[in-house]
């Protein structure tokens, strides 16, 4: 269903860029994971080469980090896919949310864990989707409490490819502004 999940070179090296999905590429279900795990790589490749303290350091009015904007994908990954698509109990689902409703990392949690954590449920979210078919709607019990509020697997998928794809244009004026890095 998907491009495999990969360490990808820092963003300032020119020589290993992330490659799109193949053009060639037109089953609708393998090019939407295609483009998911792109920008799954090349978000945490925007962050590859920062010092700890940039990696915890606003740089915009909104306040927010890159290491909360790395953490926030990782709950949108579950709310939308655990607690909403397969409808499953989920333990702080807005977990990523502290005061103020400002995302936040738990005190005390290193950037590696917080990168481990998110490569561990994009690989779940990969699993969890592979061969599902894009019509199938979302589960009721979790998130959505009536058939008529569940979206289908292939809307949830979109919905996620736009939460990245902004993220991404996000984390690369935060990242020019850190130390003047550009690129994919």
């Known amino acids: 269903m998907s491009v495999a999940f990969r360490s990808i070179a820092p963003m300032s090296d020119p020589v290993n860029p992330i ?25 945490p490749n925007k962050l590859d080469g920062l010092a700890e303290h940039e990696l915890r350091t606003s740089r915009l009015p909104s306040g927010w980090t890159p290491l909360e904007l790395l953490h926030h994908l990782t709950h949108v990954e579950r709310r939308w896919l655990r607690w909403g698509f397969l409808g499953e109990a989920v333990d702080e689902p807005w977990g990523d949310r502290g005061p103020e409703d400002r995302w936040q990392v738990p005190e005390g949690m290193s950037s590696a864990e917080v990168r481990a954590r998110y490569e561990e449920q994009c690989a779940w979210s ?59």
């Open 19 to 43: 490659d799109e999905p193949p053009p060639a590429l037109t089953e609708p279900h393998h090019l939407l994971g295609a483009y998911l795990d792109y920008f799954r790589s090349v978000v």
């Open 126 to 184: 990969r699993a969890t989707v592979a061969g599902v078919p894009l019509e199938r709607r979302a589960a009721t019990g979790g998130r959505f409490t009536t058939e008529a509020e569940a979206p289908t697997l292939g809307w949830i998928l979109f919905h996620l490819l736009q939460e990245y794809a902004r993220h991404a244009g996000q984390l690369d004026v935060v990242r020019e502004l850190a130390d003047g890095s550009v690129g994919e």
